[in-house]
């Protein structure tokens, strides 16, 4: 039995994170997204090749496979697809480096439990589709099957909920699907998509089998993929372990765990589940609360607050600043004051801007969301839901209402101008 990973595509559902690192990059606590789906695959048993479809940032990719390919007994292979032309096209690539008769797929933005995995993997139907109950389907491709389980149509965002059983990007198939791949033609949206093949399958006669999930997680936008951090930390951290230095006058309640070289400085307060990378310096006088990543590398100095949030490796928040349901992404520097709200004054719902459209998190309590390599002000106050994009810089006494996009400068008056190419390391082509 062989894997295909569809890791490919811009993640633009996960700016700003997204602007520095690819959608398989993103942390997972002390593991990138993509390990976490090659250490389940490893656990189900049966797995001798894994191919992981990429293209952004693709040599990012591969140095982080040859990095951990060594812990893994399946052989891995990073397949570029080229232009991204959609998930039926990436899985086209990918079969062209699977040598047996069935495969399993799998979407990398999406999260699935060891247990059915197996089951998927055990199948004896030549054709497999796994399925998730959700109790508003609109934004997701719905599944329509009969009563014995086979599938009879995939109807892709429907405004009324016919079914409240959705594509969870989880298949088997025979490889023969790549004769049915090769006869997609392009979607409205200039994709050719994984879903027309399957539904070219039903039309063919073919048994396709839904399997309904136990466990599923969409992480294709950036307040999901906090809500799975905070899960994820619950199971990573069950009980205290403290590899690095803590002070006297430090309080530590429930689960922590503190990697090598860290030290928690006099006066701190830290709530579990808590995790700390290593080389990290907290306080003195910070409070870390429930729910709180801090990456490698990171300094949370003097009376500052961090509440269910994820900072990620090397950033610097040295003095008095809140940080609050928030994603701070790597190398940010947060200047004295700077202030991360994530609530808003009429405690309604938080909306987030996606693809120009502001979009309901489900969420009443969600921060900042920071791109790398962003540097604020004093005294700089963000907004529930807002973003920053990468390497922007924002002055003294700012407050952020709108988003800003990656590689800006914002001044005091709240005009925006753009960051000299030179200072500025991503393709703001992508994003802009």
């Keep these: 039995m062989e894997a295909v990973i569809l890791a490919a595509g811009f993640g633009r559902g996960l700016e700003p994170i997204t602007h520095t690192r690819p959608k398989p990059l993103i942390p997972v606590i002390d593991k990138t997204l993509l390990e976490y789906h090659l250490d389940n695959l490893s656990s ?18 591969r140095e982080r ?10 052989e891995l292979k990073v397949v570029d697809q080229g232009r991204p032309l959609g998930t039926g096209h990436s899985l086209l690539k990918g079969l062209e480096e699977v040598r047996g008769e069935s495969v399993v797929v799998l979407y990398v933005d999406s999260v699935y439990s060891v247990e059915d995995l197996k089951k998927v993997a055990a199948s004896s139907s030549s054709y497999l589709v796994a399925a998730y109950h959700v109790d508003d389907p609109r934004d997701y ?19 009324q909920p016919i079914s409240k059983l959705i594509n969870a990007g989880l298949y088997k198939f025979s490889t023969n699907i790549s004769s049915y ?15 027309d093949a399957i539904k070219l399958l039903i039309r063919s006669g073919a048994s396709i ?18 809500s799975f951090c905070k899960e994820a930390l619950s199971e990573r951290v069950r009980e205290s372990i403290v590899y690095g230095r803590v002070e ?6 429930g689960p922590v765990y503190i990697g090598k070289n860290s030290e928690v400085l006099s006066g701190s307060y830290i709530e579990g589940p808590v995790y700390i990378g290593d080389s990290v310096t907290i306080g003195p006088n910070a409070y870390i609360r429930p729910g709180s990543i801090i990456l490698d590398g990171s300094r949370i100095g003097f009376s500052v607050e ?5 900072v990620m490796e090397e950033v610097r928040a040295h003095h008095l600043s809140y940080i609050g349901d928030s994603i701070v992404c790597e190398h ?48 700089v106050s963000v907004n529930p839901g807002i973003k920053v994009g990468a390497y922007s810089r924002i002055f003294p006494g700012v407050t952020l209402y709108e988003d800003v996009p990656p590689c800006s400068i914002v001044k005091p008056d709240g005009s925006i101008e753009s960051l000299p190419s030179s200072e500025c390391f991503i393709d703001k082509s992508v994003w802009l």
């Design 141 to 159: 491709g719905v599944l329509i099957g009969d009563p014995s389980g086979e599938l009879k149509d995939i109807v892709e965002k429907p405004s």
């Design 209 to 226: 089998r839904i399997h309904e999930l136990k466990y599923w997680r969409d992480l294709g936008k950036s307040w999901l993929y906090l």
């Design 332 to 379: 940010s520097n947060l200047g004295a004051g700077t202030i991360l709200a994530n609530l808003r004054l009429d405690n309604k719902e938080i909306k987030v801007r996606v693809k120009g459209v502001k979009v309901p998190t489900g969420r009443r309590k969600l921060g900042g969301l920071l791109g790398g390599y962003t540097r604020t002000g004093v005294n």
């Design 181 to 195: 791949l090769e006869r997609i033609e392009l979607s409205p949206r200039g994709e050719y998509e994984l879903t």
């Design 65 to 74: 496979v040859k990095m951990v390919e060594d812990k893994y007994e399946f």
């Design 248 to 253: 006297s006058g430090v309080s530590i309640k």
């Design 306 to 310: 961090v509440k269910e949030s994820v």
């Design 44 to 61: 189900v048993g049966v797995i001798k090749r894994v191919v992981v479809v990429a293209n952004y940032m693709i040599d990012m990719v």
